[in-house]
């Protein structure tokens, strides 16, 4: 049982470059989300989607677009990465708003 | 908007004493507060959590206690042991909402002195 898998693990990107973190999971869970981790800063909410077809806007949305796929996946896009993106991106999943499990984490870096 | 503040940012604590973390929350909806431990280069794990209908809840040596008229809860760590060294985040919902997000506070890094 994987639980939540998150691609890429690290990535270097050039400042205006694109590209789109990916997340699945396996233990059918309605619930997903993607939060940021900046030191002192905790686990920011950028998107979340409370079931398959439906995303909504968390605490720190700028910059980001989101794709609920499926109920297993949900993917999150820089159109055009900036420094100030630099971080640690985690995609977690939970049975509605209860317990929620997290994938290791995509550490960005944007030059 | 819904908000976690989480104190202290950091706590270093001797070997076998006991640690606190202490939350507060701003939506008075939420009625359930999960606390998260992060190791090293992992994702936040749930070590306990209660709900709005208990006071106080144990699990060995971590329990959580909450005090729903004054938005309150606090993590309390006994014994303390270097394993215990961590991240710690506090987080608030509405469980069982499914439109609801889950909002977590800043974090401590607890470190424990040999």
């Known amino acids: 049982n994987a639980g939540v898998t998150q691609t890429p693990k690290f990535q270097v990107l050039k400042t205006g470059q694109s590209m789109t973190l990916q997340c699945a999971q396996d233990m059918n869970h309605n619930s997903m989300y993607w939060y940021r981790q900046d030191p002192g800063m905790g686990l920011r909410l950028i998107y979340y989607?409370?079931?398959?077809?439906?995303?909504d806007k968390g605490e720190v949305p700028n910059g980001y677009n989101v794709s609920r796929l499926n109920k297993r996946e949900f993917s999150l896009r820089l159109e055009s990465a900036a420094p100030s993106q630099t971080s640690v991106y985690f995609c977690?999943?939970?049975?509605?708003?209860?317990?929620?499990?997290f994938g290791q984490g995509t550490r960005l870096t944007v030059v | 908007g819904e908000n976690v503040e989480q104190h202290p940012s950091t706590l270093s604590v001797q070997e076998g004493d006991s640690a606190v973390i202490k939350c507060t929350y701003s939506?008075?909806?939420?009625?359930?507060f999960p606390w998260y431990k992060q190791e090293l280069g992992k994702g936040p794990q749930l070590i306990i959590d209660?709900?709005?209908?208990?006071g106080e809840k144990k699990d060995q040596r971590i329990a959580v206690t909450l005090n729903k008229t004054a938005k309150h809860f606090s993590l309390h760590i006994t014994e303390t042991q270097p394993e215990d060294s961590a991240v710690y985040f506090c987080a608030a919902s509405r469980r069982d909402s499914s439109a609801s997000k889950i909002i977590f506070g800043s974090g401590t890094r607890l470190s424990i002195r040999p």
């Open positions: 209660i709900r709005s209908n208990v």
């Open positions: 939506d008075s909806a939420s009625n359930y």
């Open positions: 989607s409370a079931s398959e077809g439906t995303t």
């Open positions: 977690a999943s939970s049975v509605l708003s209860s317990e929620a499990f």
